[in-house]
């Protein structure tokens, strides 16, 4: 595991993440607050201290604002990929399976 708990950045994703890592706030808060994993489960998923996903968790309450903006401009990600053809996760896992 970590040593030390991470601060919450934004330099590198254009989406709030713990430093040093790619794993997002959000990715962190769904998983806790909306799959029920513990904090200490997705800790270790990730490698971090438990302390990181409660900063995490913090941040994600304490900033809704800038929570509420990231997602819009992920769903504009996505809405543009799929209009200029991408497959979503799902259609690719698809394809995956059945080529088993």
């Not at 998923?45 to 438990?50: E, I, K, P, Q, R």
């Not at 800038?66 to 698809?94: I, N």
Request: proline letters at 2%; charged letters at 35%.
């Amino acid at each position: 595991m970590a040593q030390s708990a991470r601060r919450v950045v934004t330099e590198v994703h254009d989406e709030p993440h713990l430093e040093g890592r790619r794993v997002t706030v959000r990715r962190l808060q769904a998983l806790v607050e909306e799959k029920g994993d513990s904090a200490a489960s997705v800790a270790a998923d990730f490698d971090l201290d438990t302390a990181d996903v409660y900063a995490a968790l913090q941040y994600y309450h304490t900033h809704p604002d800038e929570m509420a903006a990231a997602e819009r401009k992920r769903r504009q990600r996505e809405a543009e990929a799929r209009d200029s053809g991408a497959k979503s996760v799902a259609e690719l896992r698809g394809e995956w399976s059945e080529g088993d």
